[in-house]
């Protein structure tokens, strides 16, 4: 729209002036460009192209087709951190919006110790996932752990939390769910501010239970947040994971190894860096789905404006 | 085009970070190294470095501390596919497969001049037996170690048990645990019999107790493994027993890293673990422990363990043969007994107890000498091509085994089926 | 009634807040007390500074902030330049192949390098870049999501301020620098608060990408620290936690409108 009217309040030779915007902006945009080729482009292209190859580690590097494709099918590893990836992405969705919603309303409100509340809330969201993770680690070691010296006081057996394949993913869960709600709230917050407060004054006025009035009218208000914060953390779900690393390195038996754990295992423990490239391309074919819905909602958005 | 402004950022961010050229007249090492057990053993390495840059001003050694084990391989070989690779490295002694595969490293006979293959020979023969194939050797040990078990006197005492006396065999030591469980009012566990840790070295303990029972877990080539025999089966089975059935070892994975301090908060009375970590419980017991050889089944045996000094291919002659002077330094008989007293680790070669330091400490602390004797009982640690992954199915095995998801014959004979997949390539 | 049902709310929303900043607290009583209370709570036990001491000492964490803080430095400044001359060209221009390049763009707000870490890792060594900082920084120099943002600013910013630069005879660059840059501050504030936390936090590919001492960051030194195997002690370990979070931690207790607000805008766009 503005580069159209800029243009056309000098009629001559216009080509020419459009050829040369076209330079400035190509130039303007060759560092940003260069670099996102660099790192993301050509990486994502390479990824796709040594998925087709053997490792040849004794030997020059021959095509195989789909041979490392094969082996992944084949590989029960993949088919757990796969399985446990969405366990993990079902689990801490759904409940980080929900806490999230919830405390939106609540510091969105006049609420004793508004301030407070909000950074209690949001506080775990600036500190690093490594260091979170060497806290909640001592929170889960077995019998001395805090949890356990809580649950003992109470009477109850001690348990070996991150020891248990059965309990292993809920515990990360937790932990990844309070590290984020805080995270997510913000959006929701923005969002209620932006709810015109007519709304809310019509709402106390005619006396509409407060339930009602959030599940007919501020609920739906909120679903287009909802949605760009669903897909948000669908993504993150995909790629946090610093605290296997040091909570559980992907055990016991893989019980909590995730897709990109996997990876940078194989990749840089193991060296296969053939089959790490044919699991990355199931990882991108994930994330590219995850964005195309994103997109058709995004450039509905993008249209508006 | 694309290559020059790959080299103009390059030049740039060079600058940025102020990484100009070092230029120095010093022979420069750079020397990767874990840490698996308790103490301040990244301040003694650095003491060690220190020491020896003083008598040796021409040579400068950089020693990176990496993480455990794994990490460090990960780092090395990162580094090295990166075309930065260390000059000198402590790694697994069993990585040697793997580093060969890579073409990695050089043979350490060569390097060490006339006298080279006398102060080889110096060593304990079943420390050299991880280093040695085609009849070169490519390592020289340095943090050495057999699993003992440790054992609480006090608790010994508590629960009517001779605390001189610690278990011989397998079916005393599950009896001994039982006795040794101590409960509180509500039933809940107070203190476990024993632990053996199931992360990060699980396949250490299954080998070990393999050992016992009489099975070996892989051939000398590297490149065949016996996970799904009966023997190596029955092995993992009395492991998992020892909590699904006595109930003298907690439910699930122990974890090997905090396992000395559970030892240590009196949550178990006996712990498997390697001797490595010595130094660290006595400076942190607060009760009378002993040390004792593995119990036996069919006989008694531990595998070796621990890392062993390499010497990367790509280095530089000079840097080699610095390199060599290091390792000839950290492991000479005064050093190598400064060594074990100051961590726990088995001193490499038998001179080192003939030093007087040693003889003195052994004195006071009988302790240190139990993982020495049973070098006559060790085997060679398990060592294969690919063994970080040969490494991780049997974690895998292990930890599925412990944590009741498969039954150890599932486990094992599904690590079989997987380690064949892997190590057909090197046959 | 009402009043009660708020009441309960009040008191609900303050048990979660409790619960939230539990783990922080406790991380903080345990590096503030001696390692005998780490389980322990009472009130009575002493405060001491040894376990920052003993943390500081056992590892070089004051060249691992050092290197954090060049790596968040390097990194913002090359996003904020990077992003501005292309946000500007896609808000302002209009040239052939531009919502080609603006899709590509977009490209990298889905994949990000995070999970481009095999491929990444060989361009870095290609470039010869490894265990440099630089090498950690350059996958995320050019933000698709800066750009988005500062697209998005430049866009509304009135066509007449532009006219009246121009007609002061300003340049291309002129316009960009005295007009467009000044008016977007609030968007730059959000994307440098949202990027600095983002890369002082980061960890998985900076431990790939580092070798040494000398450009490990933070994150990375902490986790080398603290592996369980060397037994350091608990205490000790929260301390060396505390300091790796303190001062982003501080930077946002004193500035925490800001914070919020720059997630906020960060976020809605």
């Known amino acids: 729209m503005v580069a159209s009217v800029m243009s056309a309040t000098e009629p001559k030779s216009a080509r020419r002036r459009n050829w040369v915007k076209s330079v400035n902006a190509w130039l303007l945009l060759l560092p940003a460009m260069v670099l996102l080729a660099t790192f993301t482009h050509y990486p994502i292209i390479a990824t796709l192209y040594h998925s087709f190859f053997s490792l040849g580690r004794s030997g020059p590097a021959e095509f195989v087709g789909l041979e490392n494709y094969r082996y992944m099918l084949d590989d029960d590893v993949f088919w757990q951190v796969l399985r446990n990836n969405f366990i993990f992405a079902l689990a801490t969705v759904p409940t980080s919006i929900a806490l999230a919603l919830l405390m939106a309303v609540w510091v969105d409100k006049k609420i004793v110790g508004r301030s407070f509340l909000r950074l209690a809330f949001f506080t775990p969201t600036v500190l690093p996932m490594i260091a979170v993770a060497n806290i909640w680690l001592f929170f889960y070691t077995p019998d001395y752990g805090l949890l356990d010296q809580f649950l003992k006081s109470l009477g109850f057996a001690g348990h070996n939390w991150l020891g248990d394949p059965s309990t292993v993913m809920t515990c990360l869960a937790v932990m990844v769910v309070w590290k984020e709600a805080g995270f997510f709230m913000i959006f929701y917050l923005a969002a209620l501010q932006s709810t015109p407060p007519e709304l809310k004054e019509a709402a106390s006025v005619e006396g509409a239970s407060r339930w009602y009035f959030f599940r007919r009218v501020t609920f739906p208000l909120l679903m287009p947040t909802t949605l760009f914060i669903s897909i948000n953390a669908l993504i993150n779900s995909f790629k946090l994971v610093d605290q296997l690393v040091i909570m559980t390195k992907g055990g016991p038996n893989n019980a909590s190894s995730l897709l990109l754990y996997y990876i940078y295992e194989v990749a840089f423990n193991f060296w296969d860096t053939t089959y790490a490239a044919t699991l990355t391309v199931t990882l991108i074919a994930i994330l590219a789905a995850v964005a195309l819905t994103k997109f058709v909602y995004l450039d509905r958005r993008i249209h508006y404006q | ?427 | 009634m009402r009043k009660d049902s708020h009441s309960i709310e009040t008191f609900a929303a303050w048990m979660l807040a409790l619960l939230w900043l539990l783990p922080l607290a406790y991380s903080f009583w345990s590096a503030f007390h001696p390692s005998e209370y780490a389980t322990r709570f009472d009130i009575t036990a002493p405060l001491t500074l040894d376990n920052f001491a003993k943390a500081w000492s056992q590892a070089p964490f004051a060249r691992y902030y050092l290197n954090t803080v060049m790596l968040v430095t390097l990194v913002l400044a090359g996003q904020l330049v990077i992003a501005t001359l292309a946000a500007y060209a896609f808000a302002r221009f209009r040239f052939v192949g531009r919502d080609v390049l603006f899709a590509l763009v977009l490209v990298q707000l889905m994949i990000m390098p995070d999970v481009l870490i095999v491929e990444n890792y060989r361009v870095i060594s290609g470039l010869n870049l490894l265990d440099t900082i630089p090498a950690i920084a350059l996958p995320y120099m050019a933000s698709a999501f800066g750009i988005f943002l500062l697209r998005q600013t430049f866009k509304s910013v009135p066509n007449e301020l532009v006219e009246a630069a121009r007609v002061e005879g300003a340049s291309s660059f002129g316009v960009l620098w005295r007009v467009f840059v000044p008016l977007g501050k609030t968007t730059y504030i959000a994307f440098g608060l949202v990027s600095v936390s983002y890369h002082w936090n980061n960890f998985l590919w900076p431990l790939i990408v580092t070798n040494s001492v000398e450009s490990r960051p933070l994150t990375v030194g902490l986790a080398v620290f603290g592996a369980p195997e060397t037994g350091v002690d608990w205490s000790v370990i929260t301390a060396a936690t505390v300091m790796t979070m303190a001062p982003l931690l501080l930077a946002f207790l004193l500035f925490q409108r800001q914070f919020v607000q720059s997630f906020m805008r960060a976020g809605i766009r």
Do not use: C
Request: charged residues 25%.
């Open chain 2, 1 to 427: 085009m694309r290559f020059k402004t790959k080299a103009l950022l390059t030049a740039g961010f060079m600058t940025i970070a102020g990484l100009g050229a070092t230029a120095a007249q010093a022979v420069d090492l750079t020397m990767y190294y874990p840490v698996a057990v308790g103490g301040p053993v990244t301040k003694i390495i650095d003491d060690v470095v220190q020491r020896f840059q003083k008598e040796n001003p021409d040579i400068k050694i950089e020693a990176v501390y990496a993480g455990n084990y794994t990490d460090t391989m990960t780092k090395a070989m990162t580094a090295m596919k990166g075309g930065q690779p260390p000059q000198l490295s402590v790694l697994f002694s069993t990585d040697l497969f793997t580093l060969m595969d890579e073409k990695a490293i050089v043979p350490i006979d060569e390097l060490a001049g006339a006298d080279g293959q006398e102060w080889l020979k110096s060593f304990y023969p079943a420390f050299m037996e991880n280093g040695q194939v085609d009849g070169k050797t490519w390592s020289v040990p340095f943090q050495r170690s057999t699993i003992v078990l440790y054992y609480n006197k006090d608790a010994f005492k508590e629960a009517g048990l001779d605390p001189e006396k610690p278990p011989t065999t397998w079916a005393e030591m599950a009896e001994m645990s039982k006795k040794l469980v101590k409960r509180d009012a509500s039933g809940n566990v107070t203190r476990w019999g024993v632990e053996i840790p199931s992360t990060g070295y699980g396949y250490w303990m299954l080998q070990a107790l393999a050992i016992e029972n009489g099975q070996k877990l892989m051939n000398e080539a590297g490149n065949k493994t016996f996970f799904n025999e009966n023997k190596t089966v029955e092995a993992l089975r009395y492991w998992v027993d020892l909590s699904a059935k006595d109930g003298v070892m907690p439910k699930g994975a122990v974890e090997w890293g905090t396992l000395r301090t559970d030892f240590l908060e009196g949550k178990t009375a006996m712990m498997w673990h390697t001797t490595g970590n010595l130094t660290a419980v006595k400076e942190g017991a607060k009760f009378n422990f002993g040390v004792a050889m593995l119990p036996a089944k069919e006989q008694r045996g531990s595998p070796t363990g621990g890392g062993n000094f390499y010497v990367f291919k790509s280095a530089s002659p000079d840097q080699q043969k610095a390199a060599v002077k290091f390792i000839r330094w950290a492991t000479a008989p005064e050093r190598a007994a400064e060594w074990s007293i100051k961590t726990g680790y088995v001193a490499v070669t038998p001179a080192a107890y003939e030093t007087e330091t040693m003889k003195a400490y052994v004195k006071d602390f009988p302790q240190a000498v139990v993982a020495r004797d049973q070098l006559k009982h060790a085997v060679a640690e398990l060592s294969v091509h690919d063994n970080g992954r040969i490494y991780k199915i049997v974690n895998d095995a292990v930890q599925a085994a412990v944590t009741g998801t498969q039954t150890p014959q599932e486990a094992l004979e599904s690590a079989q089926k997987q380690s064949e997949r892997v190590l057909s390539r090197y046959k």
